[in-house]
């Protein structure tokens, strides 16, 4: 049995584990596109902060892949995948057979086609290891002023670290508001307080049309005004992957589409991670939830079915956790955007800020600014679909602690 993963990510190295835990005589190969070793890219962030140095950011010894007697093949990129032979190709025409194979190779950053200069000098684009490099090289030859295209997690996450290592940043977003697709209005004001009393400037309502200079960044153009700058970061955000299984016949959406048991339509071939579209766990919405923990559970799912091993993934996690200059922000399930007609309970302090939508007496939305006391037991509702009307009137009080196992029939109903 030869068990090819492609991505050396979260999803694929749990896999490998997972696969290793059963069989432990195949062969493994895994592959990936980058030069390094498996890292935490949940880390990167701290990396340009000063947070973590580059070994803190390994997520393993130099033995892993040895222990675990895997091949892992580095800086390399697989471009056709062969369901009919099982094989694959790579960029250098060296050809694999499989007997089983795990796609996992992630989504990639969104980079607008309609903004020119992207090729400059002083331009980065957040998502890997090498472009976190190179923004820490560009900081160490000297700059001022950085620009992050993106107010979304992503965004607001690099431009807080920028901020730390004592850079100006301005954060420009095309929308109203900030983590708009994370947090209602009003929590993002919030958000964005924070910020501005932070030094952090916010350009919102706008767009970079032009990343301008010669051969190095010196400035944008938003509309008719330009904006100087020596680095420009591109934060927008990720889409699934999916060009690799382009003109294969494995069926695709938003993501690669899986069954219970990350089984694509084609025989012996799975998916995880990033790529995939799956369904959430409250409600049961498919889409991509691209976040590290999902990514983990899909592997190690994949990598058990894979291995012969018959468990059902039981559901992506809808819960974004941000910590901005020792602030806490957590959001789980939808925003009121999302839901339409909703009952909101709310309390704002000057310590926290905590908001929760309902349907039906059920929690679908959860967003805390400040306090995150009780988020995890709301999530456990959530994904129960608990009835919480006898609670109602106590739900945001800070004294008051929710013991999952102690619950009414009526929130179990």
């Not at 369901?83 to 499989?98: Q, W």
Request: proline share 3%; with cysteine; hydrophobic share 40%.
């Amino acid at each position: 049995m030869h068990y090819v993963i492609i991505g050396n990510g979260g999803a694929g190295i749990s896999a490998l584990q997972a696969i290793r835990s059963v069989d432990k005589k195949s062969f493994i190969t895994i592959i990936s596109r980058e030069k390094y070793p498996a890292y935490s890219p949940c880390s990167l962030p701290n990396l340009i902060g000063g947070k973590i140095d580059k070994p803190a950011i390994l997520r393993f010894d130099k033995e892993f892949y040895d222990r675990l007697n895997v091949k892992f093949i580095k800086n390399t990129e697989i471009i056709k995948i062969n369901p009919k032979n099982k094989e694959i190709k790579d960029t250098k025409g060296k050809t694999i057979k499989f007997d089983k194979l795990l796609i996992a190779v992630g989504a990639k950053p969104i980079t607008p086609r309609e903004i020119t200069g992207l090729d400059l000098s002083g331009v980065h684009v957040m998502g890997t290891l090498d472009s976190c490099l190179g923004i820490l090289d560009h900081i160490k030859k000297g700059l001022n002023q950085a620009i992050v295209v993106g107010g979304g997690f992503m965004g607001v996450e690099t431009a807080t670290m920028l901020n730390m290592k004592g850079i100006k940043v301005t954060i420009v977003e095309m929308l109203p508001h900030i983590l708009s697709r994370m947090i209602d209005t009003d929590m993002s004001k919030k958000v964005e307080e924070i910020l501005k009393d932070n030094c952090i400037e916010l350009l919102l309502n706008n767009t970079v049309k032009s990343v301008n200079g010669v051969k190095t960044v010196t400035d944008v153009s938003l509309g008719n005004k330009k904006l100087a700058c020596d680095m420009v970061v591109l934060a927008i955000g990720v889409l699934p992957n999916i060009d690799i299984v382009k003109n294969t016949g494995i069926k695709t959406n938003k993501g690669i589409i899986v069954n219970s048991r990350m089984q694509t339509n084609k025989k012996d071939i799975f998916a995880a991670g990033d790529i995939t579209e799956v369904w959430e766990q409250i409600e049961g919405r498919k889409g991509s939830y691209a976040i590290w923990p999902n990514a983990i559970e899909q592997g190690r799912i994949a990598g058990l079915n894979m291995a012969g091993e018959d468990i059902e993934y039981s559901g992506a996690e809808v819960v974004n956790v941000l910590d901005i200059f020792n602030t806490p922000v957590v959001a789980m399930g939808r925003t009121s955007q999302e839901l339409g007609n909703c009952k909101v309970i709310s309390r704002f302090t000057p310590q926290a800020s905590k908001k929760i939508l309902l349907k039906n007496n059920k929690i679908l939305g959860l967003q805390f600014i400040g306090s995150i006391r009780n988020a995890g037991i709301f999530y456990s509702l959530m994904k129960r679909g608990a009835d919480v009307s006898d609670i109602l009137d106590r739900l945001l009080d800070d004294n008051f602690i929710i013991n999952p196992d102690v619950v009414s029939s009526k929130m179990i109903a």
